[in-house]
């Protein structure tokens, strides 16, 4: 299994940035596809959650309204499209794929979001 994001990148607070993770090897539509963070010194954070079935999604309160996941069945990604940016939005985000109730969990190598003027 490989999940590979990219998108990371240097940009000035209120910018915009769009993640994607490229998924393989696993039976993508049966699994819950979520976005993490880790800042410098932080533990690594829930920030977005899309269910396999149905496509409910959850947002950590942090960045409800300004940040937007979504998935592609039939091309196997997950993308965040993150808007008005903040200096506090600054972390490795990584890409994490969950298979329920067998508990199967895979994690991607992170890329780099950098917000700074």
């Known amino acids: 299994v490989q999940l590979v994001e990219s998108g990371g990148d240097l940009v000035q607070p209120g910018g915009s940035l769009r993640l994607s993770c490229a998924a393989s090897?696993?039976?993508?539509?049966?699994?819950?596809m979520s976005w993490y963070r880790q800042a410098p010194g932080k533990e690594r954070e829930l920030v977005a959650t899309?269910?396999?079935?149905?496509?409910?999604?959850n947002y950590a309160d942090s960045v409800k309204g300004r940040f937007t996941i979504s998935r592609d069945n039939a091309r196997n990604t997950v993308s965040l499209q993150m808007n008005s940016l903040k200096p506090e939005d600054t972390a490795v985000y990584y890409c994490?794929?969950?298979?329920?109730?067998?508990?199967?969990?895979?994690w991607g190598q992170g890329t780099q979001v950098t917000v700074s003027s």
């Open positions: 994490n794929a969950r298979r329920r109730i067998i508990n199967y969990v895979y």
């Open positions: 090897g696993l039976s993508f539509s049966s699994y819950d």
């Open positions: 899309i269910i396999a079935a149905g496509g409910g999604i």
